[in-house]
């Protein structure tokens, strides 16, 4: 494949530019066909870089690009869209906007992020709303999870919108000829679950050549890894996430509750340390850090506000893929194929 | 505190009276003044309780009464509300109807006990629909969620009805003067939601004094303790519950396969086995058994279709605080205090 070139908000996030930088060189070394754009404060940007010893690291393919504001993570989406087009958040998504780029990441204000990157990029004709997907840990590998936050309120075109732009992904992310598709319900028979849902059901049926649909599935099948995607409404997605993220730092709490409770505790947990710190690894949601914002004309990734600079490698390396694949493109091409829309590359 | 009578729906469940039969005579055994009903196949029921030696388990306090009828786990409500009359969940219902019993616990289907529980029981005056609570584990106790599945479209009244029932189980229940209500949004800001939860929102606002509303909580605040009740619709509750029992599974399958992947694995297994039982105990569905349906004039409690005797038992306990609070008469008391609704005892 040919040079990627990805804009990176060096600003946002947690941390900014002491993640953002030190990822973006990781993901550098990495990526020999990788260029980056980091955008933001320069003077900060060049602070950051110069804690890096310049030999080892491959600054040919890095890039600044001035941004004097920034978005602040509890800004209101409508705020940060009218009042700061000079941020590093909307800068990135312009530099993907005009064709710079082949995608950007941002670890900055979610809301924000989608608002601006809808405003500028727009959404992909014949698809009335972006989502939000996450690949999430199963007992089969991962399972990607849509919408996670976007829509709280979903039609059943929505959710079909969804399961179409989730079943292109898995096949070029994944390289899965013909990925599964689950409806997220709260039961498998067909007269269970909401309006939309059920509508969404028979919308999916009707097309079973298109889409590998398996039918619905429920809370667990999530982690069971029944489908390669599993769609929902934002709401019902982002609660699920929220729930698990809760869970396990339930479980992790009460695992040292235990080890420290009992006399032979600590020899234990001496022990069983090395095997739980890969289990804990292996359900690190950083580990998947990078959450795709699919439906729109162009690739945007949001990384986890608070993402290490391993995570946020991973979440560049998300929209490596995403960029290299052109999926956008791709949703173009199979919504242009499924209800005749005629329409130029994006 | 005077005797309670409960009836048991002795054929429900994927176990039937192997279940239900020592799980009350355990039941009688642990409780003095608890008097059990076994409501299914005479025959049945007599050979199950032949198993078990007559003079240690108190019969005295036990009888049966025969349905010759049972609901199938897949059966439709419709169906199982129409046809079945003499179906042993049916007649455990009636026997509360008529005031015989204070309580009824089944393992059975889920949508059959819920419609024949409405139709017989009705629901209470000022309740337009009865919620599923359950509850579950969290770092500071427990909590109580509803709801988990009845309802999969809530409206904000539905909620706000919903906010009034679980403050008062967890008043009654867990002896909390003043218990924390949350609702369950996707964030916590005031513009983010759905409507019926904004509009939920407001209606809680606007009578602080008679519950103690937190505000908008999330998903990962159900394990974190952030309330002592967290509401929700049926739709929202029911995922969240089934993700939680897959994501439980998926851990303990991970965890047995870090521990077989090193050499020290089967060491570090044995060194830390008591303590991971202890944890799984904890986290156990089981050892919650038991989801109330509230709303309803009698109290109705479901058990997990596959719950073991303990856990069946645990249901048990769960209907006779129940009845032994009269938690509906303190429903329909709290309801006319807040609407002015006059009506009689239930």
């Known amino acids: 494949m040919g040079a990627v ?11 900014g530019p002491s993640v953002v930088v030190p990822a973006a060189l990781d993901a550098l070394k990495a990526y020999p066909n ?8 320069k003077a900060e940007i060049q602070n950051e870089l110069s804690k890096f010893n310049h030999t080892k690291t491959p600054r040919e393919r890095l890039q600044i690009q001035e941004a004097k504001e920034m978005v602040e993570m509890d800004e209101p989406p409508a705020m940060a869209l009218r009042k700061k087009r000079d941020s590093s958040m909307r800068v990135a998504i312009d530099l993907v906007k005009s064709g710079e780029c082949g995608a950007c990441v941002s670890a900055g204000n979610t809301g924000a992020l989608m608002a601006i990157a809808r405003f500028v990029l727009k959404t992909l004709p014949g698809i009335d709303r972006p989502a939000i997907v996450y690949s999430l840990p199963s007992l089969k590998g991962h399972v990607h999870v849509l919408d996670l936050g976007a829509n709280v309120d979903c039609t059943a075109e929505h959710l079909f919108q969804f399961a179409l732009m989730g079943s292109i992904l898995a096949t070029e992310v994944d390289n899965l000829p013909n990925p599964s598709v689950g409806l997220l319900n709260v039961g498998r028979e067909a007269i269970k679950g909401s309006e939309p849902v059920k509508r969404a059901a028979e919308l999916l049926t009707d097309m079973p050549d298109k889409i590998n649909y398996i039918g619905f ?19 019902v997605g ?3 996430l929220k729930t698990s993220e809760g869970l396990i730092k339930m479980i992790v709490h009460m695992a040292k509750e235990e080890f420290k409770k009992h006399w032979y505790g600590k020899l234990a947990a001496l022990a069983a340390a090395p095997v739980l710190k890969n289990l804990v690894k292996r359900l690190d949601p950083n580990r998947h850090n990078g959450a795709s914002f699919l439906g729109l004309r162009g690739v945007v990734i ?17 929209a490596m893929i995403e960029a290299e694949k052109n999926i956008p493109d791709k949703i173009r091409l199979k919504i242009a194929e499924r209800f005749g829309i005629v329409n130029h590359e994006v």
């Not at 599935?217 to 709401?235: L, P, Q, R, S």
Request: aromatic share 6%; glycine share 12%.
């Open 5 to 15: 070139s990805i804009a990176l908000d060096a600003m946002g996030g947690d941390h």
């Open 34 to 41: 990788l260029k980056l754009v980091l955008v933001g404060d």
């Open 302 to 318: 949001k990384s986890h506000g608070n993402a290490s600079i391993k995570a946020f490698s991973h979440a560049i390396q998300v």
């Open 238 to 240: 982002n609660v699920a």
């Open 217 to 235: 599935v429920e809370g667990d099948d999530i982690y069971k890894g029944t489908a390669n995607v599993i769609v929902c409404d934002g709401f």
